[in-house]
């Protein structure tokens, strides 16, 4: 068997980089495993290839994301790029993939960093070519420059819309409109959490000023908006939503949808680690300490893989897990891991001082999941409808796993990451209980597809 490595990281997003830096400054042997092909995560991807001239990277999100991919090229922290984490097991072995191999490496601590991802949001005609989410056009535009070729429409509920809106902007994309999805009462409810949110005022600077860029760039904002539909044959042609008691179509090429951000935690689950549902982010949350570290010894998870805070709090809860990593391994005591911790703990308290503010002012109408007509395609990788879920559900299906094997819902190559939210909420509405009762899907490794080919050649050796 092949000797442990001290620390596995899964993730080179601000958490897992800072992470690693932390620990490795503290002489541990780090390895970091990455899906992608150079460091950054989605909030810095393809930093260090773009040029200091790319209007759309603000201009403190480069200045920041190049000091600490600088700080990590100079470190020793062993890099893997390009390398798929498919598996981690409580017998604390990695399940990687890279180049036509699998191998596993058992990890003396592992630290999971896997980010967040987009909330799927089924509506009709969201299967369309020229429908995709807001977060893949910033990807396509951070890797490649690209933009739409023709007027794109920006349609959701949450603050990244409004960054991606800008920035597709300053790449000098044409934006017909961006079309806000947030219920009517958000704005209220939200008041109430605002003095909270004084503590982090660099935030509301900034949303405010992406907002001004919009209005002074001739983009009409759409409040209020319900009822989103693309239509098309081979693809969308035209966008139609209703707002201010009207139906209103529009010509569109392309729909970029953000209805913000979850948790990317398949992994987490796979290791039956309990998770709870918050009602305030509405999802499902692993279930940590202040370290991030769950209720296996050896694993923790930093960033917004637990938590969606932003990549400024996702560093920070990085260098505590790299803390938590180099006490347990005993590199450092508790009492230098509560002393470097401290000045971390009060700058990540700031950065989360704003979320309950953001959290209900941007808060998606996930009560009209439950609504979908019949014909929406639920499950993409399985062709399941809401109609087929609701069939299942008539026959006396009633627990998210039966459904699960009774209808493939959830068992694509996505592994159930674009339709489990929803047939929790379709299950919920016809059942009567709340999500938090209806739990999730079970998840199993391989997480990630990976070919049979390679787990069959399976590696366990030394190399």
Not at 62 to 80: K, Q
Not at 260 to 279: C, F, R, V
Request: proline share 6%.
């Amino acid at each position: 068997m092949a000797a442990a490595i001290d620390l596995g990281i899964i993730g080179a997003g601000p958490a897992g980089l800072s992470a690693a830096l932390t620990a490795a400054e503290l002489g541990l042997e780090v390895h970091l495993f990455d899906d992608g092909p150079s460091p950054g995560g989605r909030i810095f991807k393809a930093l260090e290839a773009a040029p200091a001239d790319r209007r759309w990277y603000p201009g403190d999100d480069h200045a920041r994301g190049a000091d600490l991919l600088n700080r990590f090229r100079a470190s020793d922290v062993r890099y893997h790029p390009e390398t798929t984490v498919w598996s981690v097991s409580r017998e604390r072995e990695l399940g990687l993939a890279a180049g036509g191999r699998a191998w596993l490496l058992p990890a003396r601590a592992v630290i999971l960093a896997g980010g967040a991802m987009e909330r799927p949001w089924p509506f009709p005609g969201w299967t369309l070519p020229g429908v995709m989410t807001a977060g893949a056009a910033q990807v396509l535009l951070k890797t490649d420059g690209m933009v739409a070729d023709g007027p794109a429409l920006f349609a959701g509920a949450g603050p990244l819309l409004y960054l991606i809106a800008a920035q597709y902007l300053a790449a000098g994309a044409t934006i017909a409109a961006l079309l806000d999805l947030a219920p009517a009462g958000n704005a209220r409810a939200a008041l109430g959490r605002l003095p909270g949110a004084l503590r982090a005022p660099h935030y509301l600077r900034q949303g405010l000023a992406l907002r001004r860029r919009l209005r002074r760039a001739g983009v009409p904002l759409i409040r209020r908006v319900t009822d989103l539909e693309a239509r098309g044959g081979g693809q969308v042609e035209t966008v139609s939503y209703r707002a201010a008691g009207r139906r209103t179509e529009v010509a569109a090429r392309h729909l970029f949808v953000h209805m913000g951000l979850l948790p990317n935690s398949n992994l987490a689950a796979s290791l039956d680690l309990p998770h709870d549902w918050d009602q305030g982010r509405l999802c499902w949350r692993p279930r940590l300490d202040g370290w991030g570290a769950s209720e296996l010894p050896w694993l923790a998870i930093a960033g917004d893989g637990y938590d969606i805070a932003g990549a400024v709090a996702a560093e920070r809860r990085g260098e505590l897990a790299g803390l938590w990593a180099a006490e347990g391994l005993g590199r450092i005591d508790v009492a230098e891991r509560d002393r470097r911790a401290a000045p971390i703990h009060r700058r990540l308290n700031r950065e989360l001082a704003v979320r309950p503010f953001l959290d209900r002012l941007f808060r998606p109408p996930l009560e009209d999941l439950a609504k979908l007509d019949d014909a929406i395609t639920v499950c993409r990788c399985e062709m399941v409808s809401a109609g087929d879920l609701r069939g299942a559900l008539a026959l006396g299906c009633g627990e998210v796993n039966q459904l699960k094997a009774l209808t493939r819902a959830g068992m694509g190559r996505c592994q159930g990451r674009q339709c489990a939210g929803t047939v929790a909420q379709l299950i919920a509405a016809e059942t009567g209980r709340p999500v938090a009762d209806v739990g999730g899907y079970r998840m199993r490794g391989p997480i990630k597809p990976i070919p049979l080919a390679s787990l069959a050649a399976l590696e366990t050796g030394d190399d």
